[in-house]
């Protein structure tokens, strides 16, 4: 999966190379809307992850040239501006998803992968393992080690959540908008008491344990220690 | 900057007032001209036509003796007149024979002004009677003097009538454009364009009133950011105090890999909290300064108490505290329903946060015919009556909520968004005993 990084910011363009590479991109950065043009002259992506302020040419014209020469790659806005404006003037200028700084990594990283899921159109598994943990996502069973796991509705969401995404972490603020759908941060700890509560459920009567808190970070369930 | 001093300079140009003095001492003058020409043509005619009547009824009474004694008593009548007569007039007869007669002849006429009548008698002889125009023509000439003075006069009338009535027309534009050039200059939004006294109310009046009550508006915003910007730079000196602190604690300790761990992650959570506290308090300050965006539209404050209820639901039960909502269907108000959820979001948050195991959050919606409420009654530690008017101040937290986790916004902000909805909210508490929220939105 090749990635197309536009963004002027030496920083940040090197911790999000950095990060998608980690996570099995080949991360190809630009530090100006001419040269990502020039870049996708050349090469092909499977999605650009492109900053709105850059020099010479905004990041809206750039992705409007990008669509003008029939390029239909996935494109992740980012940008400082957080005014629901700015969000719906660059999803009208062709991007498809809207990310504002600054943000978790662990965030765009998770954008960056439901925008190419929903690109490449990848069949829906019908059930989630992680380890001895089983998801069933049509009878909405749950079992670890065979011993089957009673969930409310959601405790249920945020474990397909994180099994969705096992291996990475996983914001509050993500799990907040995904279980509850709520678009701002409640400033409480109301992602902390579900996942402790789904913590006793799945982790607490087994050995090893699935699911870690990355402080500072958010949750992440791993298998493997 | 450039283009508006441009309109500004060229507004002082007097080609406005100019043109306009023009147009109003041409459209004068053209007027008063018509009425001098029609004074000057009907007085010329009518005095034609007395001169031609004078010398109808002449012809009639020399007829009349010529009719009577023949040439001799034409003759004698003539001159009987003409020696008494103020002015002379010129007469002659041609009889069949082609032969004319002089009858009278006034001294020094000039055969060109005269104005002559003629009639034929019954047996062919012609009377011929003349009037010199000289008199007809000096009256005419003196009139034309005198209305070429008088058109003179309205000339010059016209000409400083449109100059002072210009003048007076376009002072106050003058007066407004010159404030607005002050104001870009100068950026002081706090200078105002007179108002001339006298009490006229006419449009540049209410042109100017308008005018200066848009500054007022635009002040008052500016005012409003600039205070918020200094708010916030002010609000975020701790928590980036903080921040910097941790971080420079670990490096100059001995290396040591789990405490710069430990101190990474602090840093991560600090700057996460002066990222919401940073969006909260713009949020503040747009919405006690109006410039808030709200998506308005029609919202069911039933379903907004539910989310936010359920939002908090297993919180409550974590806590043993009683979590009830009671929603009815049917009451709309118009408003951001993000934002009114947030209101909802943090009043519940608040009574969770302060009520301690075993205690209740009661959460209804109530209707009447004017307000829509929201009321969130807790069982909790209440309020002390000193801390209750400050705790809608930005970062006031009471002696006893510093126990608890939160930045001393969430209040500020259901105030300023309430308010943006034109709403108010109330908070009746007796501490140990629990707090009465109520948000009143208009229907």
Redesign the interface.
């Known amino acids: 999966m090749r990635v197309l990084l536009v963004e002027d910011d030496a920083t940040i363009a090197a911790f999000v190379a950095r990060g998608l590479r980690e996570a099995g991109f080949a991360v190809e950065v630009a530090a100006d809307g001419e040269t990502a043009l020039e870049h996708t002259r050349q090469h092909v992506y499977d999605v650009a992850v492109v900053d709105l302020m850059l020099p010479a040419r905004d990041g809206l014209a750039v992705i409007d040239e990008m669509r003008r020469r029939g390029i239909k790659m996935p494109v992740l806005i980012l940008s400082a501006r957080r005014s629901v404006d700015d969000r719906v003037k660059g999803l009208q200028a062709g991007g498809d998803d809207y990310l504002t700084k600054p943000f978790a990594f662990a965030e765009l990283l998770a954008r960056v992968q439901a925008l190419i899921r929903r690109a490449t159109l990848a069949p829906e598994p019908t059930t989630l393992t992680a380890g001895d943990l089983v998801l069933d996502l049509l009878s909405r069973r749950v079992t670890r080690g065979g011993t089957q796991i009673d969930l409310q509705p959601r405790e249920f969401t945020l474990l397909e959540y994180l099994m969705r995404n096992a291996g990475r972490v996983v914001s509050k603020t993500m799990i907040i908008s995904r279980v509850w759908e709520y678009s701002f941060d409640p400033q409480t700890n109301i992602v902390d008491v579900l996942v402790s509560r789904l913590r006793e459920k799945i982790d607490r009567p087994f050995e090893q344990k699935l699911l870690h808190t990355v402080r500072g970070v958010g949750y992440v369930l791993r298998a493997e220690p | 900057m450039k283009t508006a001093q441009g309109a500004a300079e060229r507004a002082h140009r007097p080609a406005f007032g100019l043109r306009l003095a023009l147009w109003y001492a041409a459209l004068f003058v053209g007027g008063s001209g018509v009425i001098v020409f029609m004074t000057y043509w009907l007085t010329a005619a009518s005095l034609a036509q007395r001169d031609r009547e004078i010398l109808g009824s002449k012809l009639g009474e020399y007829a009349a003796a010529y009719q009577r004694g023949g040439l001799r008593a034409l003759a004698d009548t003539v001159q009987a007149e003409q020696r008494t007569a103020p002015e002379r007039l010129f007469v002659r007869v041609v009889d069949r024979g082609e032969e004319a007669i002089v009858l009278s002849q006034p001294e020094g006429w000039d055969p060109e002004h005269l104005e002559t009548a003629s009639l034929s008698l019954a047996d062919g002889t012609l009377v011929q009677v003349g009037k010199s125009t000289d008199a007809r023509q000096g009256l005419l000439a003196r009139f034309r003097a005198a209305l070429g003075l008088v058109t003179l006069t309205v000339v010059a009338v016209a000409l400083t009538g449109g100059f002072l009535v210009t003048r007076s027309a376009v002072r106050p534009i003058r007066r407004l454009t010159r404030a607005v050039a002050r104001i870009i200059s100068t950026g002081r939004t706090d200078e105002r364009v007179p108002l001339p006294g006298g009490g006229t109310d006419d449009a540049i009046d209410e042109l100017t009133r308008l005018f200066n009550a848009m500054l007022d508006r635009i002040e008052g915003l500016v005012t409003a950011m600039r205070g918020a910007l200094d708010n916030v730079s002010h609000d975020l000196r701790t928590p980036l105090t903080r921040l910097r602190g941790t971080a420079e604690s670990a490096l100059v300790s001995p290396p040591d890999a789990d405490r710069c761990r430990e101190a990474?992650?602090?840093?991560?959570?600090e700057?996460?909290r002066v990222?919401?506290m940073l969006?909260t308090l713009m949020d503040i300050s747009e919405a006690e300064s109006g410039a808030l965006?709200l998506?308005r539209d029609a919202v069911q404050l039933g379903d907004v108490v539910a989310?936010a209820v359920?939002?908090?639901r297993?919180?409550a039960d974590?806590k043993s505290v009683v979590l009830t909502a009671h929603t009815p269907s049917g009451v709309a108000v118009v408003g951001d329903r993000?934002r009114l959820?947030?209101v909802a979001?943090?009043l519940i948050?608040n009574a969770v946060?302060y009520t301690a195991a075993g205690g209740r959050v009661d959460v209804e919606v109530l209707a009447d015919h004017q307000r829509a409420r929201i009321r969130v009654r807790d069982t909790g530690r209440g309020i002390r009556p000193d801390e209750l008017p400050r705790i809608w101040d930005r970062l006031f937290r009471g002696d006893t909520s510093r126990t608890e986790?939160?930045?001393g916004l969430?209040l500020s902000l259901v105030k300023a968004v309430v308010e943006a909805h034109g709403g108010t909210v109330e908070v009746e508490s007796e501490p140990g005993r629990g707090s009465v929220f109520t948000v009143s939105l208009p229907v």
């Open positions: 990474l992650a602090d840093c991560l959570e700057s996460d990222l919401l969006n965006h998506n989310r359920n939002l908090y297993d919180v974590a993000t959820e947030q979001a943090n948050d946060k986790r939160g930045l969430g």
